[in-house]
């Protein structure tokens, strides 16, 4: 199983914040079957003020590259994520278009 760590900004403001928790609450079914299609097992987004952070378990068959391909090519996706960016802010340091950008793992620790 592969893992996967990403983080995004929310634009900061309590009203936009709100209206995202609630597309979270009623997520497209067609933007769900996208995300199991392409070999998620699992997928979480947690959020802390205007900073969101995804955690995705995926198949070891997975890609983030053939995924970000897919949901270029879902016309659905490209809705859903047009929409969502209302509502996201880009990390500094990400270039132009990028969203969710991944995180490097510093700590590990399991029995």
Same mark, same amino acid.
């Given at each position: 199983?592969?893992?996967y760590?990403?983080? +995004? ?7 936009? $914040?709100?209206? !995202?928790? /609630? @597309? @979270? =609450?009623?997520?497209?079914?067609? $933007?769900? =079957?996208? $995300?199991?299609?392409? %070999?998620i097992i699992?997928?979480? $987004?947690?959020?802390? %003020? ?9 198949? /070891? /068959?997975?890609? +983030? ?6 949901? #270029?090519?879902n *016309?659905?996706? #490209? /809705?859903w ?5 209302k !509502? #996201?802010?880009? +990390?500094? %340091?990400?270039? *132009?278009?990028e969203?969710?950008? *991944? ?9």
């Amino acid at each position: 199983m592969k893992r996967y760590a990403l983080t +995004l900004d929310l634009k900061n403001n309590p009203k936009l $914040i709100a209206e !995202y928790e /609630d @597309h @979270h =609450q009623r997520v497209w079914p067609e $933007i769900e =079957q996208s $995300i199991l299609d392409s %070999g998620i097992i699992r997928m979480e $987004i947690f959020r802390w %003020g205007s900073r969101m952070f995804m955690m995705i378990e995926a198949n /070891d /068959d997975f890609s +983030l590259e053939e995924k970000a391909k897919a949901d #270029q090519e879902n *016309p659905k996706v #490209q /809705d859903w994520e047009a929409l969502m960016w209302k !509502y #996201q802010e880009a +990390l500094p %340091g990400a270039k *132009p278009g990028e969203k969710w950008m *991944p995180m490097n793992c510093i700590f590990s620790v399991e029995k």
